[in-house]
């Protein structure tokens, strides 16, 4: 079972995932997949494993998803854009080498016995990005999130904190 969270920028994304994990497990895990880039954004981070309590096994995995080692029922990967931002840095913005990293990174992952959750953002509904390299970025989420929409089994999209199922 696959099921993509998708929603802007503090839509309920982390939180609903968050919610259906302890749902159907006592004991899920959570994939962090984020590079601490700053002291802003390490203080996000920090808030984010604030709302885990100790039924969460947590691992930090920047890129090699489709390594990790599944022995639970659930598994959290918060987030695909900042996942997906680790191989476009690494590629130096290269969109097609980035997205079959990427890709062949979540075959693997998709192959794994559990239930994944998988949180993403869609960058596209704001604001038109400024630089060549944020609109490359923006097209290239909105690739991904389509692929990985593809393969889901349902697809809800988060709205000022409320679900919205689109698929399933």
């Known amino acids: 079972m696959i099921h993509l969270i998708t929603g802007g920028?503090?839509?309920?994304?982390?939180?609903?995932?968050?919610?259906l994990a302890l749902s159907l497990t006592d004991s899920p895990v959570y994939i962090a997949t984020a590079r601490v880039w700053d002291e802003d954004f390490e203080q996000r981070v920090e808030r984010h494993k604030d709302d885990r309590d100790e039924r969460w096994t947590s691992l930090e995995v920047e890129k090699a998803l489709g390594d990790i080692e599944v022995k639970a029922e659930v598994v959290v990967v918060d987030c695909i854009?900042?996942?997906l931002t680790n191989f476009f840095m690494d590629t130096d913005q290269d969109i097609d080498?980035?997205?079959?990293?990427?890709?062949?990174?979540?075959?693997?992952?998709?192959?794994?016995?559990?239930?994944l959750i998988l949180v993403t953002n869609e960058i596209g509904m704001g604001t038109h990005a400024h630089t060549e390299s944020g609109r490359k970025f923006a097209d290239m989420q909105g690739w991904m999130n389509q692929y990985i929409a593809k393969q889901a089994?349902?697809?809800?999209?988060?709205?000022?904190?409320i679900p919205v199922e689109v698929k399933g």
């Open 9 to 19: 920028q503090r839509s309920g994304k982390s939180s609903r995932a968050q919610e």
């Open 97 to 115: 080498r980035s997205m079959e990293l990427a890709k062949n990174e979540l075959e693997k992952l998709f192959k794994k016995d559990c239930t």
């Open 81 to 83: 854009t900042l996942w």
């Open 153 to 161: 089994d349902k697809v809800t999209l988060m709205v000022s904190g």
